[in-house]
């Protein structure tokens, strides 16, 4: 095991105050960004009484060639799989086009009213 130099900085959070029935949104650009990207925090903030919702904005279908059923792409799917393996609500997807995504109005609009449907103190971005 690696000691840490005595010089080396402190990243480490502090202490993070999460509130239970505070909201967290995720918004993610992709199937498995929320996964890979902040799936351990928002399983601890579920576990402590947080509302956590996941926005998912494309289905990721150009990264894979094969869809799958009902929840669409294979990523999409496998997305929804792991929310369930981890205790979480399904994520909820735009379907908007994969590697499409650009900032524009209608965009923006979409992420305005996520927030006040949501009401989240606390936004991930992945």
């Known amino acids: 095991m690696l000691d840490r130099p005595c010089n080396a900085p402190d990243n480490t959070l502090?202490?993070?105050a999460l509130q239970a029935g505070d909201?967290?949104?995720c918004l993610a650009p992709h199937p498995d960004d929320e996964v890979l990207g902040c799936a351990g925090l928002m399983m601890l903030a579920q576990r402590q009484g947080l509302r956590v919702h996941t926005i998912i904005a494309?289905?990721?279908?150009?990264g894979v060639d094969d869809p799958v059923g009902d929840a669409g792409h294979r990523r999409l799917a496998e997305s929804h799989a792991a929310a369930r393996?981890?205790?979480?609500?399904?994520p909820v997807c735009w379907?908007?086009?994969d590697?499409?995504?650009r900032h524009s109005l209608p965009l923006i609009q979409r992420i305005e009213q996520a927030l006040r449907v949501h009401q989240p103190r606390w936004l991930l971005l992945p």
């Open 85 to 90: 393996t981890m205790g979480l609500p399904p």
């Open 23 to 25: 909201g967290m949104l």
């Open 95 to 97: 379907h908007l086009a």
């Open 14 to 16: 502090g202490s993070i």
């Open 99 to 101: 590697r499409q995504l």
């Open 58 to 62: 494309s289905a990721g279908e150009q």
